[in-house]
């Protein structure tokens, strides 16, 4: 915006804090979201610095309440609820996030492929279409079945059922990008099919892509909370939410501070996620970002 002050031009710009305010106040979804993952992030890094031992036994502090010594309370083998719900913010996330990008990248190169070539398109998506007729957390216990139980290898078992789904919207998207005049002039000019998926149908999948993956992610915590609770997740040495409820379940209506504070933990970690895929959505959608 341009002014004059004693006849010579001035020029002023906007404050950069002014643009990031907007930014903020139009995504606060996006940023309240981030903040508690931001949090949970830094609980999970200082953990060793925040709690105890997870796995130390304490036979004779079996199944204390909260108090100023134990913040969350104590376990039927005494060990120290906070300690094991702190440690257990890290195994979440670390599936959560691991999940959402082993199925993100494989969903990705199998879309893409299927969506530009018909012959891979008329076997793979019968693939997945009977992959997805199975339910995802019976087809993960069946995989943990037949393999070790290890971090690993619960990642791999969530992963696999979440490919399908990335792999069909990735398929989607290209399908509809590639029938448009620009993808056809340069097939027709002779650019190498390669060239065509990086430089002109890859980016149109990234938004749709990070969507996806937020969701995905949640899905995994969740999932992976679900099996251990079933006795078919991580192994009881390694901590983790679903391990605590699982094993507090049985001494609920005497000791319900066990599985309510990993479980308030987990809703809350889901939310953020959800609360930031939402946003994503929002604001890389054109048509929601011009109607807002």
């Known amino acids: ?45 200082l953990a060793p610095w925040l709690a105890g031992d997870p796995l130390q036994f304490e036979p004779t502090n079996r199944l204390k309440r909260p108090s100023d010594q134990f913040w969350f309370g104590t376990d039927q083998f005494g060990r120290d609820v906070y300690s094991r719900v702190i440690y257990g913010t890290r195994i979440s996330l670390i599936i959560g996030f691991s999940v959402a990008v082993v199925a993100t990248f494989i969903g990705l190169v199998i879309g893409v492929l299927c969506g530009f070539y018909k012959a891979v398109d008329a076997v793979m998506m019968r693939v997945m279409d ?56 340069a ?10 998926m990086v430089r002109h149908i890859l980016p149109n999948t990234v938004a749709p892509l990070i969507v996806q993956a937020t969701y995905v992610c949640a899905s995994a915590i969740l999932t992976e909370a679900g099996l251990s609770f079933l006795g078919a997740g991580t192994p009881p040495e390694i901590p983790s939410w679903g391990n605590v409820i699982s ?45 807002m």
């Open 1 to 45: 915006m341009a002014s004059t002050t004693a006849g010579l031009p001035v020029t002023t710009t906007r404050p950069r804090s002014n643009a990031v305010w907007t930014w903020v106040r139009r995504n606060k979804t996006i940023v309240g979201g981030s903040l508690i993952l931001l949090a949970l992030l830094a609980i999970a890094l």
């Open 130 to 185: 009977g992959m997805m007729a199975i339910p995802a957390i019976l087809l993960a216990i069946a995989l943990i079945t037949l393999m070790k139980a290890s971090l690993m290898i619960v990642v791999i078992a969530i992963a696999i059922p979440e490919i399908p789904r990335v792999a069909r919207l990735v398929r989607s998207v290209v399908l509809s990008v590639r029938s448009r005049p620009y993808i056809e002039a």
């Open 187 to 196: 097939i027709s000019s002779g650019t190498r099919n390669g060239r065509i």
């Open 247 to 291: 094993l507090g379940r049985t001494f609920f209506q005497i000791a319900p501070w066990i599985i309510f504070f990993p479980g308030i933990l987990l809703a809350i970690t889901v939310l953020a996620i959800n609360l930031v895929g939402d946003g994503l959505r929002d604001s890389l959608d054109p048509r929601i970002s011009r109607r």
